[in-house]
T-cell receptor, first 112, second 116 residues
Protein backbone atom coordinates (compact mmCIF):
# COMPACT_ATOMS: atom_id res chain seq x y z
CA UNK A 1 0.00 0.00 0.00
CA UNK A 2 1.18 3.50 -0.78
CA UNK A 3 2.40 5.35 2.29
CA UNK A 4 1.64 8.84 3.61
CA UNK A 5 3.87 11.11 5.69
CA UNK A 6 2.47 13.75 8.04
CA UNK A 7 4.03 15.98 10.70
CA UNK A 8 3.58 14.58 14.18
CA UNK A 9 2.02 17.73 15.57
CA UNK A 10 0.90 21.24 14.70
CA UNK A 11 -0.41 24.21 16.62
CA UNK A 12 -2.92 26.81 15.61
CA UNK A 13 -4.69 29.75 17.16
CA UNK A 14 -8.44 29.75 17.40
CA UNK A 15 -10.25 31.36 14.44
CA UNK A 16 -7.16 31.21 12.23
CA UNK A 17 -6.81 28.98 9.16
CA UNK A 18 -4.91 25.72 9.51
CA UNK A 19 -3.06 23.93 6.73
CA UNK A 20 -2.32 20.27 7.46
CA UNK A 21 0.14 18.77 4.96
CA UNK A 22 0.42 15.20 3.75
CA UNK A 23 3.07 13.71 1.48
CA UNK A 24 2.28 10.66 -0.63
CA UNK A 25 5.04 10.47 -3.22
CA UNK A 26 4.27 6.84 -4.18
CA UNK A 27 0.58 7.46 -4.85
CA UNK A 28 -0.83 5.56 -7.82
CA UNK A 29 -3.17 6.96 -10.41
CA UNK A 30 -6.21 5.26 -8.90
CA UNK A 31 -5.57 6.13 -5.24
CA UNK A 32 -8.08 8.40 -3.56
CA UNK A 33 -6.87 10.71 -0.78
CA UNK A 34 -9.06 10.50 2.32
CA UNK A 35 -8.84 12.46 5.55
CA UNK A 36 -10.25 11.37 8.87
CA UNK A 37 -9.90 12.94 12.28
CA UNK A 38 -10.20 11.53 15.75
CA UNK A 39 -11.35 13.72 18.60
CA UNK A 40 -10.47 12.69 22.16
CA UNK A 41 -12.45 9.67 23.40
CA UNK A 42 -14.19 9.20 20.07
CA UNK A 43 -13.83 7.04 16.99
CA UNK A 44 -12.38 8.52 13.79
CA UNK A 45 -14.64 10.81 11.80
CA UNK A 46 -14.63 11.24 8.03
CA UNK A 47 -13.56 14.72 6.94
CA UNK A 48 -13.10 14.84 3.19
CA UNK A 49 -11.68 12.96 0.22
CA UNK A 50 -10.64 13.59 -3.36
CA UNK A 51 -8.86 12.16 -6.38
CA UNK A 52 -7.37 14.96 -8.48
CA UNK A 53 -9.34 18.16 -8.11
CA UNK A 54 -9.57 20.33 -5.02
CA UNK A 55 -12.62 19.57 -2.90
CA UNK A 56 -14.68 21.61 -0.48
CA UNK A 57 -17.31 20.62 2.05
CA UNK A 58 -18.80 22.13 5.17
CA UNK A 59 -15.96 20.88 7.34
CA UNK A 60 -12.84 21.60 5.31
CA UNK A 61 -11.14 21.96 1.96
CA UNK A 62 -8.71 19.56 0.34
CA UNK A 63 -6.03 20.94 -1.93
CA UNK A 64 -4.28 18.34 -4.09
CA UNK A 65 -0.98 19.09 -5.79
CA UNK A 66 -0.92 18.87 -9.55
CA UNK A 67 1.44 15.87 -9.47
CA UNK A 68 -0.68 14.35 -6.65
CA UNK A 69 2.40 13.65 -4.57
CA UNK A 70 1.11 15.82 -1.76
CA UNK A 71 -2.10 17.28 -0.44
CA UNK A 72 -3.20 19.78 2.20
CA UNK A 73 -6.24 19.71 4.43
CA UNK A 74 -7.42 23.24 5.12
CA UNK A 75 -9.55 24.21 8.09
CA UNK A 76 -10.66 27.73 7.30
CA UNK A 77 -11.27 28.92 10.87
CA UNK A 78 -9.99 26.62 13.57
CA UNK A 79 -12.12 26.20 16.66
CA UNK A 80 -11.26 24.50 19.93
CA UNK A 81 -13.43 21.60 18.76
CA UNK A 82 -11.03 20.99 15.86
CA UNK A 83 -8.30 19.82 18.25
CA UNK A 84 -7.84 16.22 17.16
CA UNK A 85 -5.54 13.75 15.43
CA UNK A 86 -5.84 14.12 11.65
CA UNK A 87 -5.13 11.12 9.44
CA UNK A 88 -4.32 11.27 5.74
CA UNK A 89 -5.11 7.92 4.11
CA UNK A 90 -4.77 6.59 0.57
CA UNK A 91 -7.46 4.26 -0.71
CA UNK A 92 -7.39 2.23 -3.86
CA UNK A 93 -4.70 1.05 -6.16
CA UNK A 94 -3.79 -2.56 -6.72
CA UNK A 95 -4.29 -3.52 -3.11
CA UNK A 96 -7.78 -2.18 -2.58
CA UNK A 97 -9.23 -4.27 0.17
CA UNK A 98 -11.65 -1.95 1.91
CA UNK A 99 -9.44 -1.43 4.93
CA UNK A 100 -8.15 1.93 6.04
CA UNK A 101 -4.44 2.06 6.83
CA UNK A 102 -3.94 4.66 9.54
CA UNK A 103 -0.51 6.16 10.08
CA UNK A 104 0.42 8.16 13.17
CA UNK A 105 -1.44 11.22 11.96
CA UNK A 106 -0.97 14.86 12.94
CA UNK A 107 -2.05 15.98 16.38
CA UNK A 108 -3.53 19.44 16.04
CA UNK A 109 -3.60 21.71 19.07
CA UNK A 110 -5.80 24.79 18.93
CA UNK A 111 -4.99 27.59 21.33
CA UNK A 112 -7.66 30.05 22.47
CA UNK B 1 -30.43 8.94 12.20
CA UNK B 2 -28.61 7.03 14.92
CA UNK B 3 -24.89 6.54 14.50
CA UNK B 4 -22.85 3.40 14.93
CA UNK B 5 -23.55 1.90 18.32
CA UNK B 6 -21.04 -0.24 20.16
CA UNK B 7 -21.72 -2.11 23.36
CA UNK B 8 -20.51 -2.30 25.98
CA UNK B 9 -18.59 0.97 26.26
CA UNK B 10 -16.18 -0.41 28.86
CA UNK B 11 -15.22 -3.96 29.73
CA UNK B 12 -12.81 -5.50 32.22
CA UNK B 13 -11.76 -9.11 31.81
CA UNK B 14 -9.02 -11.35 33.14
CA UNK B 15 -6.43 -13.30 31.20
CA UNK B 16 -7.73 -16.50 29.68
CA UNK B 17 -11.34 -15.35 29.48
CA UNK B 18 -13.17 -14.67 26.27
CA UNK B 19 -15.15 -11.59 25.29
CA UNK B 20 -17.80 -10.66 22.75
CA UNK B 21 -18.23 -7.10 21.53
CA UNK B 22 -21.26 -5.88 19.67
CA UNK B 23 -21.71 -3.34 16.89
CA UNK B 24 -24.94 -1.99 15.41
CA UNK B 25 -24.26 -0.13 12.16
CA UNK B 26 -26.14 2.88 10.89
CA UNK B 27 -29.51 1.80 9.57
CA UNK B 28 -29.21 0.69 5.95
CA UNK B 29 -25.46 0.22 6.06
CA UNK B 30 -24.31 -3.17 4.83
CA UNK B 31 -20.59 -3.15 5.53
CA UNK B 32 -19.02 -3.40 8.96
CA UNK B 33 -15.30 -3.18 9.75
CA UNK B 34 -13.45 -3.63 13.02
CA UNK B 35 -10.27 -1.89 14.16
CA UNK B 36 -8.07 -2.16 17.23
CA UNK B 37 -6.45 0.96 18.68
CA UNK B 38 -3.57 0.88 21.15
CA UNK B 39 -1.12 3.63 22.16
CA UNK B 40 1.81 1.64 20.77
CA UNK B 41 0.41 0.32 17.49
CA UNK B 42 -2.19 2.93 16.65
CA UNK B 43 -5.23 1.93 14.63
CA UNK B 44 -5.01 -1.50 13.05
CA UNK B 45 -7.53 -3.25 10.82
CA UNK B 46 -9.06 -6.45 12.16
CA UNK B 47 -11.67 -7.57 9.63
CA UNK B 48 -14.42 -6.41 7.33
CA UNK B 49 -17.83 -7.90 6.60
CA UNK B 50 -20.27 -7.26 3.81
CA UNK B 51 -23.62 -9.02 3.55
CA UNK B 52 -22.64 -11.53 6.24
CA UNK B 53 -19.41 -12.51 4.46
CA UNK B 54 -15.95 -11.78 5.77
CA UNK B 55 -14.21 -10.00 2.93
CA UNK B 56 -10.86 -9.20 4.45
CA UNK B 57 -8.88 -9.97 7.58
CA UNK B 58 -5.96 -8.18 9.16
CA UNK B 59 -2.84 -9.69 10.69
CA UNK B 60 -4.27 -10.87 13.97
CA UNK B 61 -4.18 -14.35 15.50
CA UNK B 62 -7.07 -16.75 15.16
CA UNK B 63 -8.22 -15.86 18.67
CA UNK B 64 -9.85 -12.85 17.06
CA UNK B 65 -13.00 -13.70 15.13
CA UNK B 66 -16.16 -12.02 14.05
CA UNK B 67 -19.41 -12.41 12.28
CA UNK B 68 -22.16 -10.37 10.72
CA UNK B 69 -25.85 -11.10 10.96
CA UNK B 70 -28.58 -10.70 8.36
CA UNK B 71 -29.58 -7.35 9.86
CA UNK B 72 -25.95 -6.16 9.38
CA UNK B 73 -25.24 -6.12 13.11
CA UNK B 74 -21.82 -7.52 13.88
CA UNK B 75 -20.01 -9.12 16.76
CA UNK B 76 -16.37 -9.76 17.36
CA UNK B 77 -15.02 -12.33 19.74
CA UNK B 78 -11.64 -12.64 21.37
CA UNK B 79 -10.87 -15.94 23.05
CA UNK B 80 -8.16 -16.72 25.59
CA UNK B 81 -7.54 -13.08 26.37
CA UNK B 82 -3.99 -11.83 26.82
CA UNK B 83 -2.78 -8.66 28.54
CA UNK B 84 -1.81 -7.27 25.14
CA UNK B 85 -5.41 -7.41 23.97
CA UNK B 86 -6.19 -4.40 26.14
CA UNK B 87 -7.25 -1.80 23.62
CA UNK B 88 -10.03 0.33 22.22
CA UNK B 89 -12.00 -1.73 19.71
CA UNK B 90 -13.71 0.35 17.06
CA UNK B 91 -16.43 -0.62 14.66
CA UNK B 92 -17.16 1.25 11.44
CA UNK B 93 -20.00 0.93 9.00
CA UNK B 94 -20.45 2.04 5.42
CA UNK B 95 -23.48 2.18 3.19
CA UNK B 96 -22.10 -0.04 0.49
CA UNK B 97 -19.06 -2.20 -0.06
CA UNK B 98 -16.22 -0.73 2.01
CA UNK B 99 -13.88 -1.35 -0.93
CA UNK B 100 -15.61 1.44 -2.81
CA UNK B 101 -12.98 4.13 -3.20
CA UNK B 102 -15.49 6.89 -2.54
CA UNK B 103 -17.00 5.07 0.39
CA UNK B 104 -17.03 6.87 3.73
CA UNK B 105 -16.66 4.92 6.94
CA UNK B 106 -18.64 5.93 10.01
CA UNK B 107 -17.08 4.91 13.31
CA UNK B 108 -18.61 4.21 16.67
CA UNK B 109 -17.08 5.44 19.92
CA UNK B 110 -15.59 2.02 20.61
CA UNK B 111 -15.40 -0.51 23.40
CA UNK B 112 -12.53 -0.01 25.82
CA UNK B 113 -11.34 -3.47 26.83
CA UNK B 114 -9.01 -3.90 29.79
CA UNK B 115 -7.45 -7.30 30.41
CA UNK B 116 -6.08 -7.83 33.91
Amino acid sequence: DAKTTQPNSMESNEEEPVHLPCNHSTISGTDYIHWYRQLPSQGPEYVIHGLTSNVNNRMASLAIAEDRKSSTLILHRATLRDAAVYYCILRGGSSNTGKLIFGQGTTLQVKP
Amino acid sequence: KAGVTQTPRYLIKTRGQQVTLSCSPISGHRSVSWYQQTPGQGLQFLFEYFSETQRNKGNFPGRFSGRQFSNSRSEMNVSTLELGDSALYLCASSLRDARGLNEKLFFGSGTQLSVL
